[in-house]
């Protein structure tokens, strides 16, 4: 079945520092693929997304590219912010369903961001 | 965003009672909520998926007895832990949509802890 992987963490880092949080995924079609972030007491939000290969989703500074030849959708930020310091998942959700239908999540990796 | 909102946050309850979550979409009609759980170091995993006034359908290996889903309105998703036991204890977390192709809205989770 469909499977997603993601860094293990906390990953902590100082503010400013570039940020990378690895994810692949397995899926038997063609999935879309999802960062959803999720803030201290709160509910998951839909980061960025993407729908085909090569598209890259983007949103506050975040940028993930969907790599069909490495199957991966890695999450980056060029200058991570102390408000950054969050949970984050990355999904992908069965071809052909809609947005947000019935998703696949990875582990999820915390982001501490220090002063 | 649209609001999901889940209560309790927390929960610790008796090995063999039952505990009732709760998930109200606030400015929006969920026509479908779905039910996630997350064990330590794993993925969200969904459990069932409902649509208003229908049945739950529930994922391979999720006991329908034991989870009950009631989805009687547009607003209000209940699932409800009956005898509960030590390895129920998990993270619910509940997400609702509105239509086929809009997003999901996610609710902030409750950590269940039986004793």
């Known amino acids: 079945g469909d499977s997603v992987t993601q860094m293990e963490g906390p990953v902590t880092l100082s503010e400013e520092a570039f940020l990378t949080i690895n994810c692949t995924y397995t899926?038997?079609?063609?999935?879309?693929l999802f960062w959803y972030v999720q803030y201290p007491g709160e509910g998951l939000q839909l980061l960025l997304k993407a729908t085909k290969a090569d598209d890259k989703g983007s949103n506050k500074g975040f940028e993930a590219t969907y790599r069909k030849e490495t199957t991966s959708f890695h999450l980056e930020k060029g200058s991570v912010q102390v408000s950054d310091s969050a949970v984050y998942f990355c999904a992908l959700s069965d071809p052909g369903a809609g947005t947000a239908s019935k998703l696949t999540f990875g582990t999820g990796t915390r982001l501490q961001v220090t002063l | 965003g649209a609001v999901v909102s889940q209560h309790p946050s927390r929960v610790i309850c008796k090995s063999g009672t039952s505990v009732k979550i709760e998930c109200r979409s606030l400015?929006?009609?969920?026509?479908?909520m779905f039910w996630y759980r997350q064990f330590p170091k794993q993925s969200l995993m969904l459990m069932a998926t409902?649509?208003?006034?229908?049945?739950?359908?529930?994922e391979q290996g999720v006991e329908k007895d034991k989870f009950l889903i009631n989805h009687a309105s547009l607003t209000l998703s209940t699932l409800t832990v009956t005898s509960a036991h030590p390895e129920d204890s998990s993270f619910y977390i509940c997400?609702?949509?509105?239509?086929?192709?809009?997003?999901?809205?996610f609710g902030q989770g409750t950590r269940l802890t039986v004793v």
């Open positions: 899926a038997t079609g063609y999935p879309s």
């Open positions: 997400s609702g949509k509105g239509g086929l192709n809009t997003e999901a809205f």
């Open positions: 409902s649509n208003e006034g229908s049945k739950a359908t529930y």
């Open positions: 400015d929006f009609q969920a026509t479908t």
